[in-house]
C-alpha cells in the first residue's frame, strides 16, 4: 500500500487532535479534583458514585427533619420546665395558706397568685415555633387552649360587611357570628386588624353602634312575626329555648318573654304581641336572672354585659369568683356593673346569677331635661339628699343632693288666657323657681319662672288724665296683666303696660324761662314716655311729659319753667291701666300676688286646684328630657354604727315592708330581719357595721303562703319576677312555676302545702339528680349551656363536664352523681378554657421508613384528657387547669377539705408534668442518637465517593507531564513532515 504525503498529514493533524484531547482532560481533573467529569468517563464508576450521592442526600434530609424535630422538642422541654416551675409555685403558695393563716390579705393574694399561674400555664400551652403550636396536634395553626365563645361590643352598619372597634385577639376567620342584625350562617371571613374584622354576609335592620356579637358559637334562632300576633313561626334551635326566657329583637316589644314552645310547629308563643311583620328575624334570649360578663381579680366592676336591663343596686349577685353576700353597689351603664366586692378570679365570659330581692323603694313621676341637674317632681314626700334615683336619663348611680319640697295645695289662684301671669291674694309660702304647676288651664310642663313677681299690697298713686295711667310710681316688681284695685278705679282693671323710668339719673338737661321744652337730653329721650313725671331745677310739682320732640333731645313738658334752668333732672315711672275712665286724681291702690310661670294659660278660671311640685337636684347630669317619665328611687337609707346601730332612716317609702323580712346590703349582717318601721325608717334585728348615707339595701325575696292556695302574698317587689319562673321555698311544691305577676303577689302553678309568712324565696339554677345517673333533669334552661362546661353542685363529683345537652331542661354529664335530689343549686362554669387541638401525633421521618412523633398531646398534659371522635373526651389523667380553679375558690371560700383536696391534686399535676417531660426527655435522646447515626453514615458515604471520585493529584501532574511532553514531541514531527512546498504537492 502507497502511503502518500496526505495521509501523513492527515495522520500527524489525527495525533495533535488526540493529544489536545488528552491535555484538556487532564487539566479538567487537576482543576475539578475530580476523577469522572462527566458519565462516559467510566459508566459503572459513575453509576456507582450518583448512587452514594442519593444515599446521601436521604441522609441529609433525615439530619434535617431531626434538627426541626429537635428544635420543637426542645421547645417542649422549655415549657414543661417552665410549667413544672409554675407548679412549684403554686404549691408553695398554697403551704402558706395551710399554715393556719386568718389574714385576708394573704388570702387574697393567694387568690390573685394562682389566677396569675394559671394563665400562665394556659399562655404557656399556647406555645409556638413559628407560626404552630407545639401543643395544638394537627391542628397547629390556632391556640389550642382558648373559650371558643366571645361575646364583645362592635360597631355595625345596614349593609355592610365591615365591623369596627371589635377586639379580635382571640377571633379567627370561619368563626360562626350571631347578633341582631347579623344574618344566619354568618362567619368571620377577614380579620383586618386589632380592632376591625369582616363578615361573610353584611348586617341587616337592628345593626349599629355599640352592637353585641358572640362569636364561636352557632346558635342563631330566627323566626317569622307577624304584627299583633303573640305567635312567631318558622322558628329554628328550639332545643336551645325555654318557657320564660326573655327574648329580645326587632318587632318584639321590651321585656317580652317566651310564654310556650310547640316543637312539633316550629312556634313559640309571647307574652306581648309583635310590632312588625318580617320573616327570619334575629332573635336574641336571655335566661332571666342571669348574666354574662368578664371579671378580672381584684376588681368590682363587671364588664361585657350584654344588657343591665332590670338590674339595680342592692340585688345580690353570685358565680364563680364572687364572693359571698356580694350585691350590685351601681348600675353603671347598659354594660356595665360595679359590684359591693372585688371578683377573685379573671374570667371572660363568666356566668353570674343574680337575685329577685327587691330593691326598688318606690317610684315618682318626673320632669328631667338634658344636660340639666334639676328634676322635677309633683310628689317629694320622703325624698331626702342621698337617696338614689334611677330611670330613663338619669346616669347610673345618681343621688339626690337637694330637696325643694312641693306645695301640693290646693289653692285658688286668677288664670288669664293667654297670660302666663296668676294672682293670689295671698300667694303660697314656700315657692321657687323651677317648681311644676298644675291647675285648671295651666299647660302640662310648665314650671314657675318666678314665685314672686309683685308682693300684695297697696300703693299711693297719681292717676293720670283720663284715669288711664298711673304716674311718679316706682314700677318694679309691675308686669302686665296685674289686678289693681282702688276707689275709683272700676272693678277688674289690669296693668296693660309698664313704662319703666331711665336707670341712671339725674340727667343733665337745659330749659328756658317760661318754656316748656327741655333739651339737650340727648338719646335718653328714647327711654322716655309721656305721662312720666318730671322733677328738677324750676319744675313745677306734678310736671309730666306731654311729648317727645319736638327736636332731637328735647321733650315737651305739660308746664313751662319759672325761671332759666340747668343741671340734673328725674323721671317717674308710668303704669298704663286696662281702664281709662277713672277721675284723674291720686288715690290707694291695691295689688294681689303675682307669680310667672312658663307657658300661658289656656283659660281664665278662678278654679281651686292649683298644685306646685318640688325640685330635686341630683348629682349628675340628666341625659334626656322627659315629661311624667317614670322614676325608680332604689332601696337606700342612712346607717350608723353608733348605738344602737339598727335604724335605717331616710327610707323613701316602708309601706310595702313588714316586720319579719329579711334585708341584705353592704353592712348589713347576714339573716338581719326588720323589727319594727315607721314611715321612713326601720330597725334591724342585728346592728350594722358600717356608717353611709344613701347606703344600697334589699328586701330578700319572701312572701306569705297559704295551704292549698296558689297564691303568695306579701312579697315586697315583684318587678323582677316573670310569668314561667320557676320558684322554691318551703312549703311550695317541687317544679313549681309563677303563672301570673301582681304589684305584690304571685300565683303560683301548684297550691302551697303550708301556711307561713315571709317565707323566703328562690330562683336559682337547679335541676334533678339520680344516683348513678349521668342525666340532669329539671333545668330551667340549657339555652347558655355548652358541651365541655365543668358543672358543680351537690353530689356531683369533682372534675364533671357537660356531655349532652339533651333538651331545654336536660343536660347529660361525664360523671354519675353520688345522690337522688330535686332541685339542687348547679354551677356552670363559663370560663371553660376547652382544648381545641387534637391528640393526633405530628410525624417526621427520621430514617428510611422510620416515624418520629415530634409533639405531645397538649389535651392531655393540662386537661388530662384524650380527644374521641364524638364528644366527650376521655379523661386518662389530672386536668391541672380545674385544680388550680378548684383551689381558688377554696381558698376564697376558706374551705380546708378542698384546699387539701387541691394540694394532693397538685401533686398528682406535678407527676402528670414530670410524666410528660420523661417523655419529651425520651424524644430528646432518641433524636441525638439518630442524628449521630446519620453522621456516622454521611461521613461512610463521603468517604466512598471520595474513594472512587477524588483526583489523585500527584499522579495527574506526572501524567500532564508525560502528555504535554509527547505533545510536543508530535507538534515537531509534524511541522518536519509538513515542510513540502505547494509545487511539490502539485506533482
Known amino acids: 500500500m502507497r502511503i502518500t504525503e496526505n495521509m501523513s498529514a492527515d495522520n500527524a493533524l489525527y495525533n495533535i487532535q488526540k493529544g489536545r484531547a488528552k491535555l484538556n482532560r487532564i487539566q479538567e481533573q487537576i482543576a475539578s479534583e475530580l476523577n469522572y467529569l462527566r458519565p462516559s468517563d467510566d459508566p459503572i464508576s459513575t453509576r456507582y458514585i450518583l448512587d452514594l450521592e442519593n444515599k446521601l442526600k436521604e441522609s441529609n434530609q433525615y439530619v434535617k427533619n431531626i434538627k426541626n424535630a429537635d428544635i420543637w422538642v426542645s421547645v417542649t422541654n422549655q415549657t414543661l420546665t417552665t410549667m413544672g416551675e409554675l407548679l412549684t409555685l403554686a404549691k408553695s403558695t398554697v403551704s402558706n395558706i395551710l399554715g393556719g393563716s386568718n389574714d385576708q390579705s394573704l388570702t387574697k393574694m393567694a387568690v390573685n397568685q394562682l389566677t396569675e399561674y394559671k394563665k400562665q400555664l394556659i399562655d404557656l400551652g399556647n406555645t409556638q415555633v413559628g407560626d404552630d403550636y407545639i401543643f395544638g396536634g394537627f391542628k397547629n395553626k390556632n391556640a389550642p387552649f382558648r373559650n371558643d365563645v366571645w361575646t364583645l361590643q362592635s360597631d355595625t352598619v345596614v349593609g355592610s360587611t365591615a365591623v369596627a372597634n371589635v377586639d379580635t385577639t382571640s377571633l379567627m376567620v370561619g368563626m360562626p357570628v350571631t347578633g341582631v342584625g347579623i344574618p344566619p350562617n354568618t362567619t368571620v371571613s377577614a380579620i383586618n386588624g386589632p380592632n376591625s374584622l369582616t363578615l361573610s354576609q353584611a348586617a341587616i335592620a337592628g345593626s349599629g353602634v355599640g352592637t353585641f356579637l358572640t362569636f364561636g358559637m352557632d346558635t342563631q334562632v330566627t323566626g317569622d312575626l307577624q304584627t299583633g300576633s303573640t305567635t312567631l313561626k318558622n322558628v329554628n334551635n328550639l332545643s336551645n329555648l325555654s318557657v320564660g326566657m326573655k327574648i329580645n329583637g326587632a318587632g318584639i316589644p321590651q321585656g317580652t318573654t317566651i310564654t310556650g314552645i310547640s316543637a312539633d310547629s316550629k312556634t313559640i308563643t309571647i307574652s306581648n304581641a309583635a310590632t312588625a311583620t318580617s320573616a327570619g328575624t334575629a332573635l336574641a334570649f336571655t335566661i332571666p336572672n342571669s348574666i354574662s360578663g368578664k371579671t378580672n381579680v381584684g376588681i368590682a366592676t363587671v364588664y361585657n354585659i350584654f344588657d343591665t336591663t332590670g338590674l339595680q343596686p342592692g340585688m345580690s349577685v353570685s358565680g364563680p369568683g364572687i364572693p359571698a353576700n356580694t350585691t350590685i353597689a351601681s348600675v353603671d351603664s347598659k354594660n356595665q356593673i360595679t359590684l359591693s366586692k372585688a371578683s377573685l378570679q379573671t374570667i371572660d365570659g363568666v356566668m353570674l346569677s343574680y337575685s329577685n330581692d327587691g330593691v326598688a323603694a318606690g317610684t315618682i313621676a318626673a320632669n328631667t331635661t338634658n344636660g340639666t341637674n334639676t328634676v322635677t317632681t309633683m310628689n317629694t314626700n320622703g325624698l331626702a339628699p342621698g337617696m338614689q334615683l334611677a330611670g330613663n336619663g338619669i346616669p347610673s348611680d345618681t343621688k339626690i343632693s337637694q330637696v325643694i319640697p312641693a306645695v301640693p295645695g290646693p289653692f285658688a289662684g286668677d288664670r288669664t288666657s293667654g297670660s302666663k301671669y296668676i294672682t293670689f291674694p295671698v300667694p303660697p309660702a314656700g315657692l321657687a323657681s323651677g317648681m311644676p304647676v298644675t291647675g285648671t288651664g295651666i299647660q302640662p310642663g310648665s314650671t314657675v319662672v318666678q314665685a314672686n313677681v309683685v308682693r300684695p299690697g297697696t300703693i299711693s298713686g297719681i292717676l293720670g288724665p283720663g284715669g288711664g295711667s298711673i304716674v311718679s310710681v316706682d314700677t318694679a316688681g309691675f308686669v302686665a296683666g296685674l289686678p289693681v284695685t282702688a276707689a275709683t278705679v272700676p272693678a277688674g282693671t289690669t296693668i296693660s303696660a309698664v313704662y319703666n323710668p331711665p336707670a341712671n339719673q339725674p340727667i343733665w338737661g337745659a330749659i328756658n324761662a317760661g318754656s316748656n321744652v327741655l333739651g339737650g337730653l340727648g338719646a335718653t329721650t328714647a327711654l322716655l314716655q309721656p305721662g312720666m313725671t318730671v322733677t328738677g331745677p324750676n319744675i313745677a310739682a306734678g ?94 337609707g342612712d346607717i350608723s354604727t353608733a348605738a344602737p346601730g339598727t335604724t335605717v332612716s331616710n327610707v323613701f317609702d316602708t309601706t310595702n315592708m313588714s316586720v319579719g323580712m329579711t334585708v341584705a346590703g353592704p353592712g348589713i349582717p347576714s339573716n338581719t330581719t326588720i323589727t319594727a318601721k315607721t314611715a321612713t325608717t326601720i330597725t334591724l334585728s342585728n346592728a350594722v357595721t358600717m356608717t353611709a348615707v344613701g347606703s344600697p339595701f334589699s328586701i330578700k325575696l319572701s312572701g306569705d303562703t297559704t295551704a292549698g292556695s296558689a297564691t303568695l302574698s306579701n312579697i315586697f317587689d315583684t318587678s323582677t319576677l316573670t310569668v314561667g319562673m320557676p320558684i322554691t321555698g318551703a312549703g311550695i311544691p317541687a317544679d313549681t312555676v309563677i303563672t301570673a305577676v301582681n304589684p305584690h303577689s304571685v300565683t303560683l302553678s301548684q297550691n302551697a302545702t303550708a301556711t307561713a309568712t315571709n317565707v323566703l324565696l328562690e330562683r336559682a339554677i337547679s335541676g334533678n339528680t339520680q344516683a348513678q345517673s349521668k342525666v340532669l333533669t329539671g333545668l330551667f334552661s340549657t339555652a347558655s349551656l355548652l358541651v365541655g362546661m365543668p358543672v358543680r353542685g351537690a353530689g356531683i363529683p369533682d372534675n364533671t363536664v357537660i356531655t349532652a345537652i339533651n333538651s331545654p331542661t336536660s343536660i347529660s354529664i361525664s360523671n354519675a352523681p353520688t345522690a337522688t335530689a330535686n332541685g339542687i343549686s348547679l354551677s356552670f362554669d363559663r370560663d371553660y378554657t376547652g382544648f381545641f387541638g387534637t391528640d393526633d401525633a405530628l410525624n417526621v421521618e427520621i430514617d428510611h421508613g422510620v416515624s418520629f412523633a415530634m409533639n405531645i398531646s397538649g389535651g392531655k398534659l393540662l386537661r388530662g384528657q384524650l380527644q374521641n371522635p364524638v364528644p366527650p373526651a376521655t379523661q386518662v389523667g389530672i386536668d391541672i387547669i380545674r385544680t388550680l380553679d378548684n383551689l381558688i375558690t377554696a381558698i376564697a371560700n376558706n374551705d380546708s377539705a378542698s384546699i387539701l383536696k387541691g394540694v394532693n391534686d397538685l401533686k398528682l399535676s406535678n407527676d402528670q408534668m414530670n410524666d410528660a417531660k420523661a417523655e419529651v426527655a425520651g424524644k430528646i435522646l432518641r433524636l441525638d442518637s439518630a442524628e449521630k447515626l446519620h453522621t456516622r453514615t454521611e461521613n461512610t458515604l463521603k468517604d466512598l465517593i471520595s474513594e472512587r471520585q477524588d483526583l489523585d493529584t500527584t499522579k495527574a501532574a506526572v501524567e500532564l507531564s508525560k502528555q504535554n511532553t509527547a505533545f510536543e514531541a508530535t507538534l515537531s514531527a509534524t511541522a518536519k513532515i509538513m515542510q513540502i512546498s505547494i509545487l511539490d504537492y502539485l506533482k
Do not use: M, R
Request: aromatic share 4%.
Open 543 to 636: 310736671t309730666t311729659i306731654t311729648a317727645i320732640g319736638p327736636l332731637a333731645g328735647e321733650i315737651t313738658l305739660s308746664a313751662p319753667a319759672s325761671s332759666a334752668g340747668s343741671g340734673g333732672f328725674s323721671f317717674g315711672g308710668v303704669v298704663e291701666l286696662s281702664s281709662n275712665t277713672a277721675p284723674a286724681g291720686s288715690d290707694t291702690l291695691t295689688f294681689d300676688g303675682v307669680i310667672e310661670i312658663s307657658n300661658p294659660a289656656t283659660a281664665t278660671t278662678n278654679a281651686n286646684d292649683i298644685a306646685f311640685g318640688g325640685v330635686l337636684t341630683i348629682d349628675k347630669t340628666a341625659t334626656a328630657t322627659a315629661t311624667g317619665s317614670t322614676l325608680t328611687l332604689p332601696l337606700t
